[in-house]
């Protein structure tokens, strides 16, 4: 019997398709419609109930979910300024050092090594009211008397877990900038010192335009790092106290697993997913715009 | 008034000393060029004047002010890098207008020389290109007009022009001198093509492992080396220089061919001085195929045997053997010669040099 017979190529792509389909496409999609049903755990049939935009609808003026929304913006803008400003500054004096600069390189990275699991326990300890290095280090230079409450202050603990943040992340911002600074011509630099160029005007008008494309690359991979940051905050403060430092993530996940609303938890979802999206092709028309004003070969 | 004096000027990396002491003055408007095989410190020498090394030791001075600890903005100069060094994220406009608007200069102000420099350069249809769209000789002369329009007191190039291909080094060659005669700065320019030192300059500093060989003008270095080096340096192809022995009023190679010692240098040498004997293409030529220069009584004839030739159209570069050791020598006129064919030569013995054999030094009074 002589059927029809698929094209080679999709046959010879097929495995690939099914793979992507099982893990990729079907939970997409899976999770996509469940965001149009009141869909909870405890309840499967209500998998089959179709309610349109009605979770949309509800978050929209859910202002528990608009205050994670904002907290998860600022964290976002101040933790991705702080970073790349902190980290300009340790590539361009990593950049001046004349010997062990492999080493400095390498002990740059060492917050990378971790895992933002451990971070966060080992900021959680740091800021712990009672035993932690921070207070006891204010109480030993005698800057004060007081259990300061970290993590317990609603902005204190924001706070703290921006200090994680940025400590575990600076390093990428430094690993990339310092890249630009290495591959960056030195002619240009000179040149500006005889055009007249105090070393800020050097580094406003001729350093920084060259190395703005590395600093929108790590901009790019942070912006994803951020919008998801979950597992920090989930052992520092685990969005507490009192939803205090609630982040998108984190109110994701207690209203799917612990409320178990699956079907409102994906709709979140996929509102911060689309908060990533902005924030990434925002960062992506900056580094291409840079690009172009640099006229990079890459 | 932009004199630049240099004072016993010492550069050192560490404990290594790379440009020991030079002395050198420029007057004002002067071209002067910095010649010398790679690593002789020309380069280093240029930076330390443009500030951007700093001065190990003597004292700089432009128009008769010590500028050793002036920050390069300070010293009221422009310089032209061998990569030429541009903004990449400037348009040409930009990078013309760039120093004059860190000076503090308003638009209104930049635009005008902006314009007026790039109509001397030929590049007011490429002013609002990015440097990346623009071809070698193109970013060369961007280069320069970022220069001139500062009017700065003392130009400063770093070899310029050696990135770029035959023909347009030729032609930018012309340029940088027509803009020199236009511009009336003082100019000091490096470079390792002595073609580009000798039609520039009007002065030439030959430099040797960071020391001043020689200066002097064009025709005083080619025609007047100070020492073996020099005469090795200056002049293409190079002079012929071997190494000889005097006895009884001749020079003697090591084959045991020998010329007649040149009647100027009679008084200069003893028997048995280790020399060496120079004598440029120009001057050793098929009978009837050169000119000389002196008097009929210093030309000494002698037949060579033509190892290899190379052509050039105008004039044909002959290789030959004499006193152990290959000659290149010049045949004007030229025509066609094959190889093992034995011809007349003329050594035009009034322009030969002697050096002494052991310093290297000219032994001419």
Known sequence: MKGWRPPAPFLLLLPAIVVLAAVVIVPLILSLYSSFTPFRLTQPASLYTFVGFRNYARILADREFWTAFGRTVLLLTVALNVEMLLGLGLAMLVEKATSGQRLLRTIMMFPMMFSPILVGFQFKFMFNDNIGLVNNALQSLGLTDQAIPWLIDGSLAFTAILVAEIWSSTSVFAILILAGLLAMPKEPIEAARVDGCTPWQTFRYVTWPFIMPFAYIAMTIRSLDVARAYDIVKIMTDGGPAKRTELIWTLVSRTAYADARMGLANAMAYVAILLSILFTVYFFRKLAAARTQIAAEW | ?365
């Open chain 2, 1 to 365: 008034m932009a004199t630049v004096s240099l004072e016993k000027l010492v550069k050192r990396y560490g404990a290594v000393e790379v440009v020991h002491g030079i002395d050198l003055d420029v007057a004002d408007r002067e071209f002067i060029a910095l010649v010398g095989p790679s690593g002789c410190g020309k380069s280093t020498t240029l930076r330390m004047i443009a500030g951007l090394e700093p001065i190990s030791g003597g004292n700089l001075r432009i128009g008769g002010k010590i500028v050793n600890d002036l920050p390069p903005r300070s010293r009221n100069l422009a310089m032209v890098f061998q990569s030429y060094a541009l903004y990449p994220h400037m348009t040409v406009r930009e990078n013309m207008g760039f120093s004059l608007k860190i000076a503090g200069q308003t638009p209104e102000e930049i635009a005008p020389r902006v314009e007026e420099a790039a109509k001397t350069l030929d590049l007011t249809h490429l002013l609002d290109r990015r440097p990346s769209q623009l071809s070698g000789g193109q970013r060369q002369r961007v280069a320069m007009g970022r220069a001139i329009v500062r009017q700065p007191e003392v130009f400063l190039f770093d070899e310029p022009l050696s990135n770029l291909d035959a023909k347009l080094r030729t032609q930018m060659r012309v340029e940088i001198k027509k803009l020199h005669a236009k511009v009336q700065s003082t100019v000091i320019y490096v470079t390792h093509d002595q073609v580009e030192a000798m039609t520039l300059a009007d002065r030439i500093v030959i430099m040797r492992d960071g020391h001043i060989e020689q200066v002097g003008t064009p025709e005083d270095v080619f025609q007047r080396p100070n020492s073996k080096f020099v005469a090795g340096f200056i002049g293409s192809p190079p002079m012929n220089l071997k190494d000889a022995e005097i006895a009884d009023g001749h020079v003697v190679f090591s084959s045991g061919d020998r010329l007649p010692l040149p009647s100027r240098f009679r008084d200069r040498v003893t028997a048995g001085q280790r020399v060496t004997f120079g004598l440029r293409p120009d001057d050793l030529y098929p009978a009837g195929h050169g000119i000389h220069s002196g008097e009929d009584a210093d030309v000494y004839r002698h037949d060579l045997h033509v190892i290899l030739t190379e052509p050039l159209g105008n004039e044909t570069l002959v290789f030959s053997d004499f006193g152990g050791a290959e000659w290149v020598g010049r045949m004007l006129n030229p025509r066609r010669l094959v190889s093992g064919e034995a011809l007349p030569f003329c050594f035009d013995l009034s322009q030969a040099h002697l050096f002494d054999g052991e310093t290297g030094k000219t032994l001419r009074g």
